[in-house]
């Protein structure tokens, strides 16, 4: 489980970062989840563009720790530590398991 999750961390703020498209997460987010991460990473990509003369706001994310809590066990609650260039973040998942894959169903991004 703490692999899976240091992977779709990973993952998510590369988005955010405009490295990663966010359909390459299509298969692992739920649809509100990959939708708000969308909107979220335009929102980034906006504020980049006029704060900082469209350079990128997060650099080079290293994901620093993983901690899962298992609720059953098709359900983990996770909290990650992703630390960039300038600061560092927390990072919040739930993922289900439905038909032997593993599914983002919510994702908080401090």
Known sequence: MHAIARGLAQAAIEVLAGTRPVQQLSR???????????HRAALT????ARSRNGQRLHRS???????????????YETTLVVA???????????????????????????
């Open 28 to 38: 692992s987010l739920d649809p509100h989840c990959l939708s708000s991460l969308q």
């Open 45 to 48: 990509r906006v504020h980049a």
């Open 61 to 75: 994310p290293v994901v620093r720790s993983v901690h899962a809590c298992a609720i059953t066990e098709s359900i």
């Open 84 to 110: 960039e260039e300038n600061r560092s973040r927390a990072v919040a998942m739930r993922l289900e398991r439905s038909d032997e894959a593993w599914k983002v169903t919510a994702l908080e991004i401090g």
